[in-house]
């Protein structure tokens, strides 16, 4: 017969294990399923990930990388400017050694042209002024002088003295003959006349009295002496005529003289009538 008050049968829980009877040590016994996992769950392969609070985790940084990168660039390129300096220090020690060249044969060898002579040789020059003819009685010549035509010709007479053997003064020309050219016309001439003084031809010409500049009377030595005239055309400086002997004749004291100041003595100019003869039979004809 059934107790009434006996306790229903109580189902058995099939996650449960038995329980062993007091007084027996427990054996462990393996869980039929895999315990509950406490940690965050993982996500299914292909969702997003959930992290808790919405926290991303760190993005790893690439900074190390770059520099490493840029650290390196810059170590080849110390090491590409040091090998160039050392190639180019030692392309400038090492000069390129070239072959000697070899004549080449010509079939004719052209002689080289002769080279035109500048008329007065190195002492020509040009003129600016009608003084610059005097050159010509010293050597020179006038580049920019006219061409030397007979009978057609203007000219220029100089004359040194005999306490200035190398200053050369212009002497008057006779402006009524053909021959005679203005100062300012000195391209047209193409004759020069020289007058050069004949060393120890002075004489003894007149004693003159004059007053000097401060008022003190003087006694001058007014001497002659003579010249050789010779015609040069003015753009070679080569002589074309001579003009014979010209006189410097002391036969009275001029109303004005030139004298040295130590000696005291003054020289005669050459004769202008002589001088005009010489430049008609030269020039006029």
């Keep these: 017969m059934t107790d009434p008050f006996a306790q229903p049968p109580q189902p058995s829980d099939p996650y449960q294990s038995a329980q062993p009877p007091y007084g027996q040590p427990q054996q462990p016994v393996s869980p039929a399923y895999p315990p509950p996992h406490h940690g965050p769950a993982q996500p299914a392969y292909g969702q997003p990930a959930y992290f808790p609070g919405g926290q991303q985790p760190p993005a790893k940084s690439n900074k190390g990388l770059i520099i490493g990168i ?28 070239l072959p000697d060249p070899k004549p080449t044969r010509s079939s004719s060898t052209a ?13 020509a020059l040009t003129a600016r002024y009608s003084s610059d003819f005097a050159e010509v009685c010293q050597g020179g010549a006038i580049l920019n002088a006219a061409d030397y035509t007979p009978g057609a010709a203007k000219a220029y007479v100089f004359a040194n003295s005999p306490d200035r053997p190398t200053r050369w003064n212009t002497k008057s020309v006779n402006s009524t003959k053909p021959y005679y050219a203005k100062s300012a016309d000195y391209t047209t001439v193409s004759v ?4 050069t003084y004949v060393e ?21 030595d007014y001497l002659s002496s003579r010249y050789t005239l010779t015609f040069h055309a003015a753009k070679t400086g080569e ?6 002997t010209i006189n410097a004749p002391a036969n009275r004291c001029p ?8 000696t005291l003595k003054s020289y005669a100019s050459p004769d202008s009538g002589s001088l005009d003869a010489a430049l008609d039979k030269l020039l006029v004809g």
């Design 239 to 244: 002589k074309v005529a001579d003009g014979g």
């Design 255 to 262: 109303s004005f003289l030139t004298y040295n100041k130590e």
């Design 200 to 220: 120890g031809s002075e004489a003894q010409g007149q004693k003159c009295e004059i007053k000097a500049t401060d008022g003190k009377k003087l006694t001058v």
């Design 111 to 123: 002689a080289p042209a002769p080279t035109a002579e500048q008329p007065g040789g190195n002492n």
């Design 192 to 195: 020069v006349g020289c007058l």
């Design 70 to 97: 840029v650290a390196g660039v810059l170590v080849l390129l110390l090491v590409l400017c040091g090998v160039g300096v050392w190639l180019f220090a030692n392309a400038a020690d090492d000069d390129p050694v």
